[in-house]
């Protein structure tokens, strides 16, 4: 009886293998005898509700009309760089040598290393934390996820700290 039963599982496998080819095959030749036309607009409508740009202050339509969204919700999430901590990454990705003065990190809170450092101008500093220094200083701090800004922005935290 179970000898029975896994024959007939086996015997199901090659068929639906046999079914998923057969529609495999069919695929292929519909999409060619579709002319790159219709094809171009089948992706237009496929991607259509994903990729409709929306403005603040729009009303978006999105793929289902009756729930009709004004782009505020957008504008909402969006602003989340502007909240920005520069105090948590830096706790996250720079304090392990930047407290330390691990590798010869100028510490935060010695003035002296800082007013120094500053004499090269802040551009130049924002710039070392962007692709890193004498490869001692890691290319943006470790802080893969933070922009130019978001690194100019814990430089002027480290800054503001050591006075
Ligand atoms: C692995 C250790 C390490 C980490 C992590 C690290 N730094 Fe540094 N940083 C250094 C060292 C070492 C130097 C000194 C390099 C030198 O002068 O040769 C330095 C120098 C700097 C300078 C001075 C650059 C200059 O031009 O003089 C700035 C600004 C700076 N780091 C910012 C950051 C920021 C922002 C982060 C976190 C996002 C960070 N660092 C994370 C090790 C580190």
Redesign the pocket.
Known sequence: MEKETSVVIIKNVAGVRALLAGLLALGVLSANTISAQSVDDLIAERIKPVGEVCLAGDTCTGNNNSSNTTAQTTADTGGATSGFDAEA??MQ??F???STG?????KVGDAEAWAT?LE?GME??IA??VDG??G???P????FT?SDED?AA??QY?LDNSQ
């Open positions: 990454t830096y990705s720079c392990a040598c930047h691990a590798a010869g990190a100028p450092r090269k130049v500093l070392s934390s220094l004498n001692v200083m890691p943006k701090g470790l802080c933070c690194l814990i430089v480290m």
